[in-house]
């Protein structure tokens, strides 16, 4: 846990730094990892009309990215299991910082920024104790690591950050080991979780499913309005049973599930890939690029609609209604009650998430 003067002295070095805006690399809407035709990888910024605000290339396969709040910077996380995230400077493509996760430890491929951007949150597994972590990095201290608090849960993947910095972690509820990528343990003990998480460790609310519905690991958040939070599952039984795969949460309230029609529930293959409101938080969407298929929600989980493409994934919020989405064979598209194509990039496989950027 990060003591109170180490904040402060953080808070304090970022107060500091030089000021450049997201309008210095183009105005991107959202951030994107993806393979290149080369077989390299890379990250983009994505205008909201589908075209390339900028490439930086990655080490190694990129999954989501934690764009900064103000500052054209980003930092892209491995695929999950993974043990490195890059922080790029995304006027210049520097790279100015390597993050290595502790010994013992993996990123779980996302990450969000509080304290105004000055702190860097990710999640993590403590694999010997199956335990979930988010690491807390320093901006303005070189991007040192100055502490870490519970998720309250094991497994955690997606984590967002909440009016007044409070932390929402999506818990998985089952454990990994980078030993064993792509191996999921312990699936017969599964507890997945909501948890709502204080910026000092503290559990403020922890929101757990039915029994007959422990096997749907909570995997990815978007957030909605007056503190409507959107959780996307996958579920580890067999998918033909159909189950809800959408869940919306209002702190003090019980969870409301999606009321997706059961045929469509199947063809989801119990995947969500990714999950977005749209930009006046009146819709919801769930993508499943196994089941080639993304849902569309009213706020109360009501389904509205059905897309079909092929290997879709990414959603985000465009300007003015709908969603952009991305999927592995290189396309961009806009999706406001019809599918209307942006970009198609021969040889380009979008990876999972489109990161919105808010400045």
């Known amino acids: 846990m990060m003591r109170r003067r180490g904040f402060l002295t953080a808070l304090l070095a970022g107060a500091m730094a030089p000021r450049l805006s997201w309008a210095d690399v183009g105005s991107p809407a959202v951030l994107g990892a ?14 909201a009309d589908g075209t390339d605000r900028f490439r930086i290339p990655l080490p190694a396969r990129g999954h989501a990215a934690a764009a900064h709040p103000t500052a054209p910077e980003a930092v892209a996380f ?26 013992g430890r993996h990123f779980y491929g996302h990450g969000t920024f509080i304290a105004g951007g000055e702190i860097l949150c990710t999640s993590e597994n403590d694999f010997a104790t199956g335990q979930g972590r988010m ?23 997606e984590i967002r950050r909440m009016a007044g910095d409070v932390l929402v972690a999506a818990n998985g509820g089952y454990r990994s080991h980078p030993a ?13 979780n909501l948890a709502y998480v204080s910026a000092d460790g503290a559990l403020l609310e922890k929101v757990e499913l039915a029994d007959d519905l422990r096997p749907n690991s909570i995997r990815h958040i978007a957030l909605g309005r007056d503190g409507l939070v ?13 189950v809800p795969l959408l869940g919306l949460h209002r702190r003090g309230a019980a969870p409301v599930l999606d ?14 890939g990714s999950v977005a409101f749209d930009a006046a938080g009146d819709q919801v969407a769930i993508s499943s690029p196994r089941g080639g298929r993304v849902q569309v929600f009213d706020d109360t989980g009501r389904h509205l609609q059905a897309i079909l493409r092929e290997d879709v994934c990414g959603i985000a919020a465009v300007a003015g209604g709908g ?9 961009l598209m806009r ?25």
């Open 78 to 103: 491995a695929r999950s299991p993974g043990s490195f995230a890059v922080v790029l400077n995304c006027v210049t493509g520097a790279v100015l910082a390597r993050l290595e996760a502790p010994e």
């Open 323 to 331: 969603f952009l989405l991305s999927d592995g064979l290189g396309g």
């Open 135 to 157: 690491g807390l990095w320093s901006r303005g201290l070189g991007w040192r690591r100055v502490g870490e608090i519970p998720t309250h849960g094991i497994g955690p993947h």
């Open 259 to 272: 009321r997706m029609p059961v045929h469509e529930a199947r063809a989801m293959a119990g995947y969500v």
């Open 230 to 242: 959107g959780f996307g599952m996958q579920w580890q039984g067999d998918p033909a049973e159909g």
């Open 34 to 47: 993806a393979r290149e035709a080369g077989g390299g990888y890379a990250l983009f910024g994505i205008g």
């Open 335 to 359: 999706a406001d009650g019809q599918i209307r194509p942006l970009a198609k990039r021969p040889g380009r496989a979008w990876d999972h998430h489109l990161v919105p950027v808010s400045a």
């Open 180 to 192: 064993q990528p792509g191996v999921k343990l312990d699936l017969d003990r599964m507890r997945p």
